[in-house]
């Protein structure tokens, strides 16, 4: 039997954090509100300031000198909120020069040295709209930082500064990143393409393991620099399928004859994901000498590889509707069903999914 | 589509206005596709380039070129400001209007002057849009003060330049 | 012949034996949930530190986040079908797509689908992965590039959601019920695992009640707590739930619900389970259960997880009898499912799954109703014997609903620390009250529906037996999906 004693123990110590978790909660209800009060006048202060820079009446001289009264937090979280509005890519230049100065830019920038992730995904944030030549080295601290989401935010910084060591060092860690950290750092080097092709082509030359070359390929992908695209050309023969499926994908922006011949290659493939996207590279190109390979392609045994193929004959203008048009009455069932489905597709619906 | 005023176009104004009607009923698809048949225009078209790409990027000019052509269109590369400009103010005056794409970077003179002179010595000779490095507003308003149809930041994409020459080429 | 005075004796010595079992039960499935509660809280401030407004917005311009899909599974919702696609389509997201599927529907639905969004019927491009029941169109909307529909034949809802999955173009899947609001940037918000490096099969997220709340156009524009008790009730339920039961699993690695209304999903392993069951009751339990298994089975790294953010809202039942019919499929479905995968209890091989997540949904959530029926069966029994001093039984039953109340609070506490939707003070209050009353009563009367649902369990379970299988598996590898 257990009892009332112990029982009358246990309900005082609920009682004890019953009450605490009130006071609790009216202190964080409370504080809630001084925050959002404090966060409205911010935003009032500020209205005036930011109607000057937009209209060209000032070049944030009285933007920055407001957000300098304020506290380092506050001011930090209305600037990235400005930032991310509609203010032209000079407005935010000279914006950044008047306020990089500020004690509260200072403030929240030594956060990026913080133990506590937050606070240096908040000095990655500001580093994204304020950075100057001096935060190169907290950049590059910041970008390779084991936390996604401070990597993810100190991408921001990337377009500010083209310093090759630090573009370098971005590359070679793409395929160490997480997806989205990757894609969006990627999506950054394309403001400095020029550089990142050279240390691109070069590292390509070099080779490495399959997913060092995949992420590679994918950068030249995103950069869609003649050259970087031409370099990933020879990889269409890479012994990795993953490879050359992500290979497969970028050809579809490689304009030249060698990408073609490429995409024409990966068409006879061995894995079925490399053949549906080299056959989607071809309607893209518009590459009227492949649709014999297409056509043939409309036989695969894989239903990706059918509708690409369709689609990249739908692509190809005349001759190609005339080759999809032959395939409907193709003596391989699978063939003739995929035409027909293709060809009764509305254009927009083509469209819609061969992008 | 209204091609009337028009008077005496040359050769390859036949060949492009031809071209135009019929993808006034079909698709620019079809349109491209039926060009490389016919060899004897096709080659009549290029002595006078659908369009003209200013860059002194030349890979990125060809990779250009090389989709443009796939599309069906003929294309003349320039990769400076002065060689364009002579080179422009020699093509015949009459005729259709053709597309200029132009960097503002180039040697020798920058595309936003390139384009004003044009626009001056042979107004409404060009459909002119730019291709350029610079994001700035200036930049942009500039050269769609001056005329431009189009602005577009680099990195370009060609799948989507392509699309836009067909709609610049077949409109008016 | 055994006397009265044999009789209380036996049931004195009965109720002795029964008794510590209870009370130790009672009090370790309390502690659970406090330690569940403690867990969540890192957890919580984690979300919330990166919950910025800023933050999504980039996150939208930046486009690195993955496609997705939504499967809106529609049967007879005429009324209302046409605003929530609306409000689905004008959802902020990079890039998605929205699938209805009308699952032969007797009323209008596909004729206002089609009136609005001048649906048009085109060849159904994508192959059959998941059998299903005939479908009889396809349509694609000539006015919204990303809407399509497809027109089948009337099966369970699991089939309409199967059918939906053949359909759905993108990587990933949310699956979502036509009668819920969605918060404009709920797809922003559940897009953050990705942004967290974290490589996802499945995101669940909170749902809170809408009732009481301003709802303009399908969407919630102002929340409020409902001052009716039972909606009011299930608001505090809900608020628990989420905050930190969900999240406290979700800290453990062995989250097991990720609700119906409204998940996310890696599109390529459901086709790999053969989608949904349209054999089960639950279908959206049973669906993770063998998602886990799945992941398991083929050593991928993909983790099923939570996101706290309040996304979704959900119109709770304001009537007992709906209530009473829909807790009592729940637990219905929960003991079906437990039954269903019992290889996976006390199994190593499933980790926290098999050793922490399943013992407890079997010992404490699908038990708990005997044993706190028990309880006060043995509590009553024991009073009227006088076989306990009535100051105990009061001590008890004050423990018991202090346990509850301090969760709730807990639950309010965090809501107001963190996300703050409930903002006024009359809410606050509401919810505090609504924290008390809720074990007078209510606590009871659910406790009653649960309890229901083991004999229909039992009468049901033979009409299942044929039913409950595995997904069937694709017909090999001509119909397979590429991972763009």
Known sequence: MINTVALVVVGSFQAVFIVATLVLLIAAHRHGRREGAADEAAVDALRGPVRALMLGEDHGESLAATLAQLDHVVATRRLLSIAVSQLAPEQLRDLAARVRPAAWVERTLAGGASRRWWKRMEAARLLAVVNSPADLPLLARLLTDPHPAVASAATGAIAGHADAALIEAIIRGLSEQPTAVRLQQMRALRTHADVATRILVAQLDAGGRADQVRALVQLAETLGTPGALAATVPFASHGDAEVRATVARALRLCFMPAGVEAARRLLADTDWRVRAAAARALGGLSAVDAIPDLRAAMRDEWWWVRFRAALALGALGEDGASALAAATSSDDEFARDMAVVVRDLPESARLELST | ?172 | MISIHGAHEVALAVIHAVEPPIVIFMLALNSFYALMLILSIPQLLRHWRIADDANLRLLRAANVIPPLSILVPAYNEESTIVASVLSYLSLEYPQHEVVVVNDGSTDATLQRLIETYDLVKVPAAYPTVIPTKPVHAFYRSTVHAKLVCVDKVNGHKGDALNAALNAARYPYVLAVDADTFIERDALLRLARPFLLGQQVAAVGATIRISNGSIVEHGRVVGAHVDSRWLPGIQTIEYLRAFLFGRLGWNRLGGGLIVSGAFGLFKQEHLHAIGGYNAGTVTEDLDLVVRLHKYLRAAGSADIVTFVPDPVAWTEAPVTLKVLGAQRERWHRGLIATLVKHKNMMFNPRYGVIGLVAFPFYALGEMLAPVVEGLGYIVLLVSLALGAIDYRFAVAFLGVSMGYAFLLSLWAVALEEISFRRYSTKRDLLKLLWFSVIESFGYRQLTLWFRLCAFPRYLRGDMRWGVMTREGPRAPAHRATRTAT
């Not at chain 2, 009337?4 to 492009?16: L, N, Y």
């Not at chain 2, 079809?30 to 060009?35: L, Q």
């Not at chain 2, 269109?73 to 002065?82: E, H, I, L, N, R």
């Not at chain 2, 200036?138 to 989507?160: E, F, H, N």
Request: net charge negative; proline share 6%; charged share 25%.
């Open chain 2, 1 to 172: 589509m209204c091609l009337d005023h028009e008077a005496g176009s040359d050769a390859a104004g036949d060949v492009a206005k031809a071209l135009m009607k019929n993808s006034s009923r079909t698709s620019v698809a079809d349109r491209r596709a039926a060009e490389p048949k016919d060899s004897e225009p096709r080659r009549a078209v290029r002595e006078a380039p659908d369009v003209l790409l200013v860059d002194d990027d030349t890979e990125l000019a060809g990779m250009i070129a090389f989709g443009l052509e796939s599309a069906g269109y003929s294309v003349k590369t320039y990769d400076s400001g002065p060689e364009a400009l002579i080179a422009l103010l020699a093509l015949p005056t009459r005729g259709l209007p053709r597309l200029l794409l132009l960097s503002v970077d180039l040697p020798g003179m920058d595309g936003h002057t390139l384009h004003e002179r044009l626009q001056t010595a042979r107004p409404a000779r060009f459909i002119v849009a730019f291709l350029s490095d610079r994001d700035s507003n200036t930049d942009q308003v500039r050269a769609l003060m001056a005329g431009a149809v189009d602005y577009l930041a680099k990195p370009v994409s060609i799948p989507v330049l392509i699309v836009k020459v067909d709609t610049w080429l077949s409109r008016d």
